[in-house]
């Protein structure tokens, strides 16, 4: 077994996975030894790991409003800014499942 691998489970929420992928960003502690590639293999086991097993359970917000906020704050890195593009992209398809297809823009705000 090499000793570069790690094997951590992925939180459960999307804002404590978006923290751990700062932490294996910035490299601190017991990540400091990994190398980039190693680092972005991490992160790529870690959010797909996540998706498998918590996306399903994302609180998107029924109010329509509420939603396309949100959307637009994980569309535009504001929220989540730390998580991969693959995960951002399929939690942004979590709210046009249930709002959707399209983003916000496509959605009927005013009913």
Known sequence: M???KHLFEPPSTAEALDALMHHI???DGDLASLS???REQ???ELGDAWLEDYLDD???PADLRD???EYQA???ADKYPNLPDHV???LLLQFEEHHGEGGPEHWNLHE
């Open 25 to 27: 960003n910035t490299g």
């Open 36 to 38: 980039d590639e190693q």
């Open 74 to 76: 994980i569309a535009n």
């Open 42 to 44: 991490l992160k790529n």
């Open 58 to 60: 994302y609180p998107v």
């Open 2 to 4: 090499s000793s570069h």
């Open 88 to 90: 951002r992209d399929d």
């Open 67 to 69: 939603a396309a906020r």
